[in-house]
């Protein structure tokens, strides 16, 4: 953790790869528009060997189309595409056929009239038969499909498709795997089975892979790191747990789940907010610098509990109440003004229009952002 200046920090995004990590794929500079409208701007980002890199955003902040840059089924209009060192688009362009880059489609694209194994081995046809029947053999039993071999694609589940698409990109052993949207064209709860699955599988097979999601909690429990981007850049890449509990912008804290600001005075010591005071060293990064400036902390709902109190001790009022099955998310209003977000486990009851006192109930450092600021402060990462 940085010892917390006062500097404010810009988007850096975290680049930097260990000089003991090779990386597989480098964009450096990238820029792309369609019809003068730009939609991907200055965008540099690099995958470690092995990686599972996942591109994070709402519709629209140009995902797909990173994507489709990487597979060269796009060109950018500015910058380099690396593969293992090497230039496929910039002064160069490799066609997506001759990149060593496999993709798996949102809806798995098998074809329905050749079995399991005919569809696994459809990329390495060139292969000796006897290293292709191998190779097929060897991916049936990674994607647990051993004694599937010989179904078509009807006679499967949703889950084995996926399985059976991955093993088809996995088969030639491509430097860099490509998943769109991996999960949308599974019933829900299949999704969550799988995306275990699928991490598991890619580790085992040990390829670099890039998926793309709009889908937070997906992108944060399959991935080694989470690059967030809006609007055609990126606004940091860490890891699931930095960018969750770090978010350098407030737009990666609201994006990542329901994120609240409080906020509060910098004191000697503490931090006097309208839930309570909060230790200088429980603010990630905050310096004495600090002292007499007006910060937002970012709270989320698990952070703070409203317990109903009278009148006199209340603090706040819940002024929403959305019943989520095992818990409850409130909304409650503060007497700073301030709307907190606030979980509470099903059982608890507290009404619509109750006055509550709301604390923090926080057992980890916090974020926090300068007022007025839309990034977070040079803080801890
Ligand atoms: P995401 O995958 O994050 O939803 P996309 O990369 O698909 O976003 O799209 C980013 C932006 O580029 C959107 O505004 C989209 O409308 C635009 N766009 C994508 N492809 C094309 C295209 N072929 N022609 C024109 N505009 C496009």
Request: hydrophobic share 35%.
């Amino acid at each position: 953790m940085s010892s917390g200046s006062a500097n404010l920090q810009s988007a850096d995004v975290d680049l930097s790869v260990p000089e003991t990590e090779t990386t597989v794929l480098e964009l450096d500079g990238i820029e792309k528009s369609y019809n003068d409208t730009n939609v991907i701007g200055d965008l540099s980002l690099s995958v470690r060997d092995g990686e599972l890199l996942t591109l994070l955003g709402p519709s629209g902040c140009g995902k797909t189309t990173t994507l489709r840059l990487i597979a060269g089924l796009e060109r950018p209009d500015g910058g380099i595409v690396r593969i293992d060192g090497e230039a496929v688009s910039g002064p160069t362009f490799v066609a997506p056929e001759d990149r060593d880059v496999g993709v798996v489609f949102q809806e798995f694209a098998l074809f329905p009239h050749l079995s399991a194994r005919e569809n696994i081995a459809f990329g390495i046809q060139e292969w000796d038969d006897e290293e292709r029947e191998a190779r097929v053999d060897e991916l049936l039993e990674l994607v647990g499909l051993k004694t599937h071999g010989e179904k078509h694609p009807e006679e499967l589940s949703g889950g084995q498709q996926q399985r059976v698409a991955l093993a088809r990109s996995l088969a030639p052993e491509p430097s860099v795997l490509l998943l769109d949207e991996p999960f949308s064209n599974l019933d829900v709860d299949l999704r969550v089975e799988m995306r275990e699955e699928v991490r598991s599988i890619l580790k085992k097979a040990g390829v670099t892979a890039i998926s793309v999601t709009h889908d937070q909690e997906e992108a944060m429990s399959i991935s080694d790191r989470v690059a967030v981007m809006s609007e055609g850049g990126l606004e940091q890449v860490g890891t699931p747990e930095d960018v969750f509990q770090q978010p350098k912008s407030r737009f990666v804290a609201g994006f990542l789940g329901h994120a609240s600001f409080v906020s509060g005075r910098v004191t000697e010591g503490c931090v006097e907010t309208g839930v309570g005071c909060v230790p200088l060293d429980r603010v990630n990064g905050l310096s004495e610098e600090y002292i007499g400036s007006q910060i937002d902390l970012m709270v989320r709902p698990d952070d703070v509990r409203a317990e109903p109190a009278e009148p006199a001790e209340a603090n706040g009022e819940v002024v929403h109440r959305r019943y989520l099955g095992p818990t409850v998310l409130y909304r409650v209003e503060i007497d700073t003004g301030d709307v907190v977000g606030c979980m509470h486990n099903h059982a608890d009851e507290v009404s619509l229009d109750e006055p509550v006192f709301a604390s923090l109930d926080a057992d980890h450092e916090l974020a926090w952002f300068p007022r007025g600021e839309r990034k977070m402060a040079d803080g801890g990462q």
